[in-house]
């Protein structure tokens, strides 16, 4: 079936660097994104969401964008910290799927002091 | 805010023994639940839909009577890994939809990590 993908397993940044991880989605039926982050031996943690009907969505040092036309989500780090080290997935949702989540591969984020 | 606890963290278990892991939605009520495993440097996916007082949805290719789901109340769900062998070890992870207003929020438990020897 469709599923969300991501091609950059691993991103290297430094301290106060801001990050991209990027995001490649192929089920255009998809109206709604999620970002989550995930520690080691932890579950995943809402960062930030957006609907298919908006195309930025911000919050607190994080920005999710969106490009319906090219099926491509991604999420800015800005002022990246050491705590910011983690796997991000992004993750769509078909309208009608109550809470049902297709998760994308993930990006290892690694920040150097 | 919202919470859901998931119990235990990790469970060691020999082959062919069952194990129990348990979900719980703390200050809300949860009529869904959801349960993925995930392998080591892999994505989550997901098992199966765990809804309140009638039977789990199980995904295709999840052997519904080896991963039993019970959802007996509002703020409990539990898998069962029956007669579990060596390839059923796996980070297992629940998640609970809390009610917003009109736009449902997925909090998910801090996962299990189940080694089968």
């Known amino acids: 079936g469709e599923s969300v993908g991501l091609h950059l397993p691993t991103l290297s940044v430094q301290e106060g660097d801001n990050s991209i991880i990027n995001c490649a989605y192929s089920n255009s039926a998809s109206d709604y994104f999620i970002w989550y982050k995930q520690e080691s031996g932890k579950g995943p943690q809402f960062i930030i969401d957006?609907?298919?009907?908006?195309d930025k969505r911000q919050g607190q040092r994080v920005t999710v964008l969106l490009n319906k036309t090219v099926k491509h989500l991604s999420l800015q780090i800005a002022a990246t910290q050491p705590g910011d080290s983690a796997v991000y997935f992004c993750?769509?949702?078909?309208?009608?799927?109550?809470?049902?989540?297709?998760f994308g591969q993930g990006t290892i984020l690694t920040v150097h002091p | 805010g919202a919470v859901v606890s998931q119990h235990p963290s990790w469970v060691i278990c020999k082959s062919g023994t069952s194990v129990k892991i348990e979900c719980r939605s703390l200050d809300f009520q949860a009529t869904t639940m959801f349960w993925y495993r995930q392998f080591p440097k892999q994505s989550l996916m997901l098992m199966a839909t765990s809804n309140e007082g009638s039977k789990a949805t199980y995904e295709q290719g999840v052997e519904k009577d080896k991963f039993l789901i019970n959802h007996a109340s509002l703020t409990l769900s539990t898998l069962t890994v029956t007669s579990a062998h060596p390839e059923d070890s796996s980070f297992y992870i629940c998640?609970?939809?809390?009610?917003?207003?009109?736009?449902?929020?997925?909090?998910f438990g801090s996962g299990t990590q189940l080694s089968v020897l």
């Open positions: 998640s609970a939809i809390f009610p917003g207003q009109g736009n449902e929020k997925l909090f």
């Open positions: 993750a769509e949702k078909v309208g009608t799927s109550y809470g049902k989540l297709t």
């Open positions: 957006i609907r298919s009907n908006m």
